[in-house]
């Protein structure tokens, strides 16, 4: 049932137009709940991608898509509903994604130099992390990367990464057990080795 408005001046009936509404609360929702986790969506893209433009690309896609069901979220847990988009968007993108975030040992494209970057947070969080660490990192199946970026550095717990990645907690702090053992092999003679650091 629409309600009808009289325009004062011509006396013309005119009819509110539904959608414009629907479209215009659309994007406040966006705004206030999904523009504010856009870094944390930068990052977990980038831990489920081969590439900085296929993260960028699995970004772009995921926010897309949660535009257009930002009516069906409930409002609760914004992070963990872009990770399950943009999971479930990787694995839908090309058959061989889901078997890279299942198992894939390759390591993935470096980070471009510091000179080359054009993002400030990338600037800024490439002068803080130790390249040591970052080729670590880089070095992860990004089956293993993901679980280690959402539990060890977004703080989620074992079960909401669980949850999130639809995969059994046993799962989950198995990868990441394997995981952190790689990035410590990785990291011994480093200046981040604790052995060193004694």
């Given amino acids: 049932m629409n309600a009808t408005l009289e325009a004062p001046a011509t006396g013309i009936l005119v009819v509110p137009d539904p959608m414009a ?8 929702r966006f705004e206030e709940l999904i523009v504010p986790e856009m870094s944390f969506l930068a990052r977990i893209a980038r831990a489920m991608s081969h590439s900085q433009a296929e993260a960028d690309d699995l970004a772009q896609e995921t926010l897309v898509k949660a535009f257009r069901a930002i009516d069906r979220f409930d409002g609760k847990f914004p992070r963990a509903w872009l990770t399950r988009i943009a999971r479930n968007t990787a694995i839908n993108r090309d058959q061989r994604n889901r078997e890279f975030l299942q198992a894939d040992d390759s390591p993935i494209e470096p980070e471009p130099d510091p000179g080359e970057v054009s993002n400030p947070e990338d600037i ?13 990192l880089d070095g992860l199946p990004p089956s293993f990367r993901t679980l280690i970026q959402l539990v060890d550095v977004e703080g989620m717990t074992y079960q909401e990464a669980a949850d999130v990645l639809d995969i059994p907690i046993g799962t989950v702090m198995s990868r990441l057990h394997r995981g952190r053992e790689r990035l410590r092999k990785s990291l011994r003679g480093t200046t981040l080795d604790p052995q060193t650091q004694r």
Avoid: P
């Fill in 124 to 136: 800024i969080l490439s002068q803080v992390v130790d390249e040591n660490l970052k080729n670590a």
């Fill in 21 to 28: 509404t629907d479209l215009e609360t659309q994007r406040k």
